[in-house]
Nanobody, 120 residues
């Protein structure tokens, strides 16, 4: 059974940092991505990392977020710095076998999400 489990969400003040982790079980090594959905908005691509370590970032993440992975642990982390209130959202981890990791249609497996709230 495939499972993606996110952790690390919470409440943080603007300008602060959070680190999200995603651990995958029940599947081989896939490309790993992070998406988010803010209240009343569409789900948005945040960042992704391929098996080889190639990284992709959405516009909102450039310069502030960093995605890494540990293939031995089958996990991927999202380090978020300089957080803003507009980063408030539910963050989802996902797994994909595709090369183009910035397209949510390419993801087969999704976690349940973890809430990130940034206060002003």
């Amino acid at each position: 059974q495939v499972q993606l489990l996110e952790s690390g969400g919470g409440l943080v003040q603007a300008g602060g940092s959070l680190r999200l982790s995603c651990t995958a079980s029940g599947l081989g090594t896939y490309g790993m991505g992070w998406f988010r959905r803010a209240p009343g908005k569409e789900r948005e691509f945040v960042a992704a990392i391929s098996l080889s370590g190639t990284v992709f970032y959405g516009d909102s993440a450039l310069g502030r977020f960093s995605v890494t992975r540990d293939n031995l642990k089958n996990s991927a982390d999202l380090q978020m710095n300089f957080l803003k209130p507009e980063d408030t959202a539910v963050y989802y981890c996902a797994a994909s076998r595709f090369v183009e990791l910035n397209d949510e249609r390419h993801y087969e497996y999704w976690g349940q999400g973890t809430q990130v709230t940034v206060s002003s």
